[in-house]
């Protein structure tokens, strides 16, 4: 591609922020544009009083070569940590990925032999008559019997997308199960080190020692800004002109300034949705019916501050019952010790929502209120173990594949893709939940793409076997 040196990216998340850093070190006028106030994206953090807090688990692993990217962009500020992440429900921890002996001791004996009795049967007629994975639901008993499914997958992905597990996508598990069978997860139990290991299996990885996962795009932007390029934080993207053929210019408001940016190319990180409205002259009604058939849960993240030394010992815990408002928790002490004074720590509980729902709209109190008898209700703490609680909002925080979302996605990465001077990337920008080494790789293909050594870029994370 041709006059690539003034490059608008739009997003600074992973994606956008590597991208950038990586047009700026080949000498690109690059500038980045960015909603929000800090850089990071879903991979920000949040100080407070002290307290460095991420929205959710993050953890950095994937290829050797993006690995050995991210130790040099941090330096000396990491640390290297072995995952734990465990199950909560029936009131005991199951360990996550599955392991059978902890299966075997936790589960009563007549729940154990229904479902090995369900996992042959369900085996048997998928080999005697296979059927479609045409749902999430299918996906999974089809591999797994309807008991194990029932206990271990089915609650906790109604929480988590809203939707029955008959009404999401079969892309859903494809993606996001590694393993195929019951019988993968004895193999993996019995032979932990066996090669190659499923993502889901990968115990080690890294993290920002000091100021959370969000410095890792911090990093970023000292790169591209010690290289000359700009990072624009706190901005409103107003329009996204075009020719019919190229983006001919961006305009945006920061603070009290209207700017126009006239790139030679775009690269978007931003929703498809977002930047379908933003596109002047509008994309044809066909393709705006489209990009609103494509939907994302929101989250709601409720910090409770506690005066003790750590909650668990766990990365993050998963908390599949209906009962319960939080889907998850995690502990950020527990990926740097630097995230929390001593004798103190702080929990994150992630709430997912409809944008604007009763849960989105929820007092903050309230939340808090609610994260703090629920974690006691369940024997983690003590209410008068809670010296603080804070919230935080963001509007899109999965993708929901509902079925049928492959065909809006289609009709949106098309028009999109016919502007030749736009280059859509990221977990935003793909409707794709693909993990961190993910993104990086993402922007850097896009960066070396503009710079004219053509590579796949959204061909990262398309398949299976590049999922967590």
């Known amino acids: 591609m041709s006059n690539h040196r003034k490059v608008t990216v739009l997003g600074a998340g992973l994606a956008g922020m590597s991208s950038a850093a990586e047009l700026a070190r080949s000498a690109v006028d690059v500038t980045v544009l960015e909603r929000d106030p800090v850089v990071g994206g879903l991979a920000k953090s949040l100080h407070r009083n002290g307290y460095t807090v991420d929205l959710g688990p993050h953890r950095f692993h994937g290829e050797p070569g993006v690995v050995q990217h991210f130790h040099d962009l941090m330096g000396e500020n ?15 921890f199951f360990f996550y990925p599955l392991r059978v002996e902890n299966v075997l001791m936790q589960l009563p004996r007549t729940i154990l032999l229904k479902i090995l009795v369900d996992y042959v049967t369900a085996r048997v007629r998928q080999r005697l008559n296979p059927k479609p994975d045409n749902s999430f639901e299918d996906w999974v008993t089809h591999r797994f019997g309807k008991t194990l499914y029932t206990i271990f997958f089915d609650v906790y992905t109604e929480k988590t997308w809203g939707l029955p597990c008959k009404q ?8 996001r199960i590694s393993l195929l069978s019951l019988g993968d997860v004895i193999k993996k139990t019995l032979q932990p080190k066996q090669k190659p290991q499923p993502r889901t299996y990968v115990s080690s990885f890294s993290y920002p020692k000091h100021g959370g996962v969000g410095a890792i795009c911090g990093r970023y932007r000292e790169q591209v800004e010690g290289s000359g390029g700009k990072v624009v934080t706190g901005v409103r993207l107003e329009k996204v002109k075009t020719d019919g053929k190229r983006v001919t210019s961006i305009a945006y408001q920061n603070g009290d300034l209207r700017e126009v940016d006239t790139p030679g190319h775009v690269i978007s990180s931003i929703p498809p949705q977002a930047l379908l409205d933003l596109l002047d002259p509008a994309p044809p009604a066909e393709i705006l019916a489209h990009a609103a058939k494509l939907q994302h849960r929101s989250l709601v993240f409720v910090y409770v501050v506690l005066k003790k030394e750590c909650l668990t010992d766990d990365h993050w815990i998963y908390i599949p019952e ?18 929390a004074p ?18 989105w709209s929820a007092d903050d109190q309230w939340l808090g ?80 793409t503009v710079l004219g050594r053509i590579e796949d870029f959204q061909g990262v994370a398309a398949s299976g076997d590049y999922f967590d």
């Open 168 to 175: 999401i996508s079969s892309d859903w598990a494809s993606q």
């Open 342 to 359: 001593e004798g103190h720590t702080a929990v994150c509980a992630e709430i997912t929502c409809i944008l604007g729902d009763e849960i």
């Open 322 to 339: 209906k009962s319960r408002l939080l889907n998850r928790i995690s502990e950020a002490k527990n990926f740097s010790h630097d995230n």
């Open 78 to 92: 990491l640390v290297e940590n072995k995952r734990k992440s465990r199950i909560w429900m029936m009131n005991r």
């Open 369 to 448: 209120e609610r994260v703090i008898t629920e974690l006691a209700d369940m024997g983690f703490m003590k209410k008068k173990d809670a010296v603080d609680t804070f919230v935080h909002r963001e509007p899109q925080g999965y993708p929901v594949y509902e079925i049928g979302y492959r065909e809006h996605l289609k009709a949106l990465q098309e028009h999109l893709g016919s502007y030749e001077n736009l280059l859509v990337i990221g977990r935003q920008g793909l409707f794709r939940y693909n993990n961190m080494d993910h993104s990086v790789t993402m922007g850097q293909r896009a960066a070396h």
